[in-house]
């Protein structure tokens, strides 16, 4: 079974400019979340899809949005980059019963590097 | 406020000790809670989790205990190799959904 897909891997942009990242979750999972990664702030929650709608949002300014389409697939995107958006990009999938206690498996990330 | 933290930031063991990996959390209604490990370059990788109604979960080579008195967490990994130099980090579900507050991360260096 093929792992939790991230494209790109790495990205480079300039500030104000906008960024789509993409996730393909495994097989037969319908939650999708999104975490960012940073060294000081560490993984922060985004938000969270299951049948194309958002069921979950943590603390991030209106900038970061998200989607997933029918079979699953998610994107998110950030508008008007900052520098503080530089980070680690992390994708996970779950299962999508919608009970606490599922386990998320994580894709590799995508590198966003605002300059 | 509310954290999900380390004790440790780093920690160096010898090839073949045991390590333990602590991690202090503070909701106390946080009920399910996951192990990671991240190597350099990659996600994080899951490794262990437990339930809040269970004080101990034993996989190959690690065991996760849960002290909810005290709200801590620690990872236990037996024999350690050089392969589970990495970060580790603890995350817990706070009754918000599927969404996870992590730990800021332990780094684990084995040495050979």
């Known amino acids: 079974k093929a792992g939790v897909t991230q494209t790109p891997r790495y990205l480079i942009k300039t500030r104000g400019q906008q960024v789509t990242l993409s996730c393909s979750p495994i097989?037969?999972?319908?939650?999708v979340s999104w975490y960012q990664q940073t060294p000081g702030q560490g993984l922060q929650f985004l938000f969270e899809?299951?049948?194309?709608?958002?069921?979950n949002k943590g603390n991030f300014p209106g900038r970061f949005s998200g989607r997933q389409f029918s079979n699953s697939r998610s994107e998110m995107n950030v508008s008007t980059l900052e520098l503080g958006d530089s980070a680690l990009y992390l994708c996970?999938?779950?299962?999508?019963?919608?009970?606490?206690?599922?386990?998320?498996?994580f894709g590799s990330g995508t590198q966003l590097s605002v300059l | 406020g509310e954290s999900v933290g380390l004790h440790l930031p780093t920690l160096s063991v010898q090839e073949g000790d045991n390590s333990i990996i602590n991690c202090a959390y503070s909701?106390?209604?946080?009920?399910?809670f996951i192990w990671y490990k991240q190597e350099s370059g990659k996600g994080p990788q899951f490794i262990i989790d437990?339930?809040?109604?269970?004080d101990k979960r034993q996989g190959q080579r690690v065991t996760v205990l849960l002290n909810k008195t005290v709200k801590h967490l620690s990872l236990q990994i037996a024999a350690t190799q050089p392969g589970d130099s990495a970060v580790y980090f603890c995350?817990?579900?706070?009754?918000?959904?599927?969404?996870?507050?992590f730990g800021t991360g332990t780094s684990l260096t084995v040495i050979p």
């Open positions: 996970a999938s779950s299962s999508g019963t919608g009970h606490r206690e599922e386990k998320l498996f």
């Open positions: 097989s037969g999972h319908r939650s």
């Open positions: 899809y299951f049948s194309e709608t958002q069921r």
């Open positions: 909701n106390s209604a946080s009920d399910y």
């Open positions: 437990i339930r809040s109604n269970m």
């Open positions: 995350a817990e579900n706070r009754h918000t959904g599927n969404q996870f507050y």
